[in-house]
């Protein structure tokens, strides 16, 4: 007799696990088994049959892959909740007997964790890690311009480190000339970069007072966090190592505390001698750490500044050539990719957003003076400036040798790739339409016009197939191709035909004439073998259309009349919108 199978042992409940299982086997708190699967990017799951999966129950339940919770298991981090719970267990008793000293002992002997191998465990590659460095950025971003507070779990040093990284990946941006599009929405501002050759795209919330909501759980947002921080470190870090920049960039306190801001760091190239102590160093270590000293690192220490010397002496313009100085405020960036401002010095007045304009100019080739800040290379009244940038309709005084533009100009001659004409964009004037770089229109959609005229004066968004809506005239190979059809229409058609079309003709322009009509407003008689023709056409194309469309199976003509009433929806708000844009431009 066969063995029987034992139920509930292959299948969905076996490929599937319900959290309260999870729990019990992992023997942790529903608290560390959300930061656990946050860290190590474990989600839930839904199995195509929920019944199968909950061993035949069908209550509302969570699931996730038994795999992954086997993984779990051995994860180190466990150890380190537990360790953390214990200490503060024994610190809590340490408060409540009133042992300060040793409760502050044990302050000092805090455990500590670090996620620098869930990092490498979830991003072997680094191309994996910059494919997933949106949520990152985002979340980075968002936090370095949130109060601080303990509703929000944010420290004053998690808020710093945020600011930080934040910081250094911009200046990346600007020394890669890596910027690509930016759209300025309701929620802040989009910004998109391609390092390495993959899309980066992140936003950046206005430099407002932020209101902080209730209905958000910020214990989440901080687990987020903690590994975000992380990842962008190591990001930011194989960025700089890779352009031969040295990592961390130093931070001007005083400039920092005088609103500098990208100026506040500052950005280097990494030398060789700073290369070669930093080795020495790390042997010396080594060698302390075992007890005894090595002969050789200690002649080596000997002989580290004459060699430094020498290799200095030697070729000092090839090691100036090799690792250019990086000024933050000066030119300084990679001269190999000229930016679409390369060449300008840009000034900002008070009022406009300095941060996002000077980052954008930065990473655009330009050089940005500012008011009102520490840090500035450039004056108001410095003669290198050729463009001001303001958002004030009077102005009290005006250089006649620059151009006073507003904003929006800096945004879309990026996204436009090339410098647009300031004609549209001078202070005072309405501004055009600020139109997002990442819509793609398709076949059928409707295209405003200002993106239809972008297309076709070397927009280089993302636009493919732009039919403007409005369009008062045809253009020359229309019209030649119209004259092309007519010739070819009067070929095919008899004399008959012929000599009965030239009297319509002559008989409307008789009534036209008693009428009182001019000869210049009189519209011409369409010709009604080319109209009749076209009907024709389209009315066997439908047909044939209609007898396809008939000949397959339910399911396939299904999803048929689905595609049709989607487009004729399409078609329908398109109307509406047109109908909309009309009524605006009558008012």
């Not at 960036?333 to 980052?359: K, N």
């Not at 209609?546 to 048929?560: D, E, F, Y």
Request: aromatic share 8%; hydrophobic share 40%; charged share 25%.
């Amino acid at each position: 007799m066969a063995k029987l199978k034992k139920k509930y042992t292959e299948g969905a409940s076996r490929m599937y696990t319900t959290r309260n299982r999870a729990l019990k086997k992992l023997q942790v708190s529903l608290q560390d088994f959300r930061r656990l699967c946050i860290l190590k990017g474990i989600y839930p799951v839904e199995p195509r049959s929920r019944k199968q999966a909950n061993r035949g129950s069908t209550k509302l339940t969570t699931f996730y892959y038994t795999r992954d919770i086997q993984l779990l298991l051995s994860e180190p981090l466990m150890q380190r909740f537990r360790e953390h719970k214990t200490f503060l267990r024994k610190l809590q008793h340490a408060l409540a007997k009133d042992d300060l000293t040793r409760a502050r002992a044990m302050d000092r002997q805090r455990p500590t964790y670090t996620l620098n191998h869930l990092v490498l465990e979830r991003y072997p590659q680094f191309g994996d890690a910059l494919a997933d460095l949106d949520d990152a950025l985002c979340m980075v971003f968002l936090f370095a311009t949130m109060p601080v507070g303990a509703e929000q779990q944010l420290s004053q040093d998690v808020a710093a480190e945020c600011r930080a990284l934040a910081a250094e990946f911009q200046h990346y941006v600007v020394h890669a000339r890596a910027l690509r599009k930016v759209f300025l929405s309701i929620k802040g501002i989009y910004y998109q970069a391609e390092i390495q050759g993959t899309p980066v795209t992140w936003i950046v919330p206005y430099q407002f007072s932020q209101r902080v909501p209730d209905d958000v759980d910020f214990k989440v947002m901080a687990t987020f966090l903690q590994f975000y921080r992380t990842l962008l470190r190591f990001v930011n870090f194989r960025l700089f190592t890779g352009a031969n920049l040295a990592y961390p960039p130093a931070l001007d306190a005083a400039m920092d505390d005088g609103g500098a801001g990208l100026g506040a760091f500052k950005v280097a190239a990494r030398r060789v001698e700073d290369l070669i102590a930093r080795n020495d160093a790390d042997q010396i270590a080594r060698s302390d750490a075992d007890g005894s000293e090595d002969p050789a690192v200690a002649q080596r220490m000997q002989t580290l500044g004459a060699k430094i010397q020498a290799l200095v002496a030697s070729a000092p313009a090839a090691a100036a050539e090799a690792a250019p100085a990086y000024e933050p405020a000066e030119a300084g960036d990679d001269e190999s990719a000229p930016g679409v401002f390369s060449g300008h010095v840009v000034f900002l007045s008070r009022e406009v957003p300095r941060s996002s304009l000077e980052f954008v100019l930065r990473a655009s080739g330009a050089r940005v003076g500012w008011a009102g800040a520490a840090g500035s290379a450039y004056a108001e009244n410095d003669r290198l400036v050729t463009v001001q940038i303001s958002d004030r309709p009077q102005q009290g005084h005006r250089f006649l040798d620059r151009e006073y533009v507003q904003p929006q100009w800096v945004y879309d001659s990026v996204n436009a790739g090339r410098l647009l004409p300031t004609a549209a964009y001078l202070v005072g004037q309405p501004l055009p339409a600020h139109l997002s770089p990442f819509v793609e229109y398709a076949d059928g959609d409707y295209v405003p016009a200002e993106a239809a005229h972008a297309s076709t004066h070397g927009f280089e968004g993302e636009v493919a197939h732009l039919q403007p809506e409005d369009r008062d005239h045809a253009s020359d190979t229309e019209a030649e191709a119209e004259a092309v059809d007519g010739a070819s229409a009067d070929e095919s058609e008899s004399d008959d035909e012929v000599d009965a079309r030239v009297e319509k003709q002559y008989q409307a322009q008789l009534q036209a004439e008693r009428a009182g009509v001019p000869f210049s407003k009189a519209a011409p008689a369409p010709a009604p073998a080319k109209r009749a023709r076209k009907q024709r056409q389209e009315a066997e194309d439908q047909e044939r259309q209609q007898m396809a469309i008939s000949m397959l199976s339910v399911k396939k003509r299904r999803a048929v009349n689905r595609a049709g009433a989607e487009a004729a929806k399409r078609q329908k708000d398109i109307g509406k919108l047109k109908a909309r844009k009309a009524q605006l431009a009558k008012k």
